[in-house]
């Protein structure tokens, strides 16, 4: 059926844009939330329902050019475009414009592992400008990303994740990955400009190991003088340590995982944490469709955010 719509799709343009190479793609994933957290009920609800559409081409010059629009029905009931860019790739590697991953954004975030709740919180931003390195080495690869300070068109409704969608919101960052063996590492940093005087610095760095059905990640990072971080007590203008440590094991089509995120703030007198460990179980049943059930202890100096979770949901990716 994705064929046949995307065909019916190419076939409505001019000649130039019929040489392209059209897909349809997306993905549909609800979630049923308990929690034991006082006036917070059961909740039903859907995480960044999508559908994106691809379009890549060869230049007579050999270069690769990759457009891809998508629009997300997110967790505000908003639609909006996200991940919306265009990417040329050649020899001198691979460029992209609009809205993509940044440098540390693009890479690590091991520890994610559990199938819903948890994730590495220094995972980086999406940034205007991307850049890839050619291969320099094999099992390298260098990132570098980029946006000015003026309103970008990444901005479309969704700020919180997107670093230089406001006057004076300059951002960069850059990261190394190295993979070999079953092993991967990588190094990022990164600086957003959240107003003229605020800077927030980040940098994060992990390892994974993989062999067989068993996966192990280890990760950390510091963040300093952030805006405030959500779920938690941590404010503005401190300065935060991250760790996170996971592991899964695949059996067949079913995936065992254990994950564990800490944030400790560092240099005040009364410290605040956040400490969430997540165990899951996921079953892929084929066809793009998997059900997956999780238990979350959420622990926190704030009580408003200590809490016990469970949540069971279904994917769907076509």
Do not use: C, W
């Not at 034991?36 to 379009?55: E, K, R």
């Amino acid at each position: 059926m994705k064929k046949i719509i995307a065909a019916a799709v190419a076939t409505a343009f001019i000649a130039p844009a019929m040489a392209a190479d059209i897909t349809i793609s997306g993905s549909m994933t609800y979630l049923y939330t308990d929690t034991d957290l006082a006036g917070t009920g059961d909740t039903l609800s859907a995480d960044d329902n999508q559908v994106a559409v691809t379009a890549s081409t060869e230049t007579s010059n050999g270069y690769s050019v990759t457009g891809k629009f998508t629009v997300v029905d997110d967790a505000t009931g908003e639609t909006d475009h996200q991940g919306t860019a265009l990417t040329i790739a050649g020899p001198f590697g691979t460029v992209g414009l609009g809205d993509n991953g940044g440098a540390l954004d693009a890479t690590g975030d091991y520890t994610d592992m559990a199938a819903t709740f948890g994730g590495f919180a220094m995972d980086g931003n999406d940034m205007a400008l991307a850049y890839t390195l050619p291969t320099l080495v094999e099992g390298l690869t260098l990132r570098y990303s980029f946006s000015p300070d003026g309103n970008n068109y990444i901005a479309g409704g969704e700020t919180t994740d997107v670093a230089g969608t406001a006057n004076e919101q300059e951002a960069s960052a850059y990261s190394a990955t190295y993979s070999f063996d079953g092993i991967d590492v990588y190094y990022g940093r990164e600086e957003v400009d959240r107003s003229a005087t605020e800077t927030t610095s980040n940098k994060a760095y992990g390892i994974r190991y993989t062999t067989g059905p068993l996966a192990v990640a280890l990760e950390a990072g510091e963040s300093d003088n952030v805006a405030a971080i959500t779920n938690s007590d941590i404010v503005a203008g401190d300065d935060v340590e991250y760790r996170g440590v996971a592991l899964s094991y695949k059996m067949g089509d079913t995936t065992l995982a254990f994950e564990k995120q800490e944030h400790q703030e560092r240099d005040v007198a009364d410290q605040m944490y956040r400490d969430e460990t997540v165990i899951s179980v996921h079953q892929n049943l084929g066809g793009g469709v998997g059900v997956f059930a999780a238990v979350s202890n959420d622990d926190s100096t704030d009580t408003n955010f200590t809490q016990e979770r469970s949540r069971v949901g279904i994917s769907f990716a076509f």
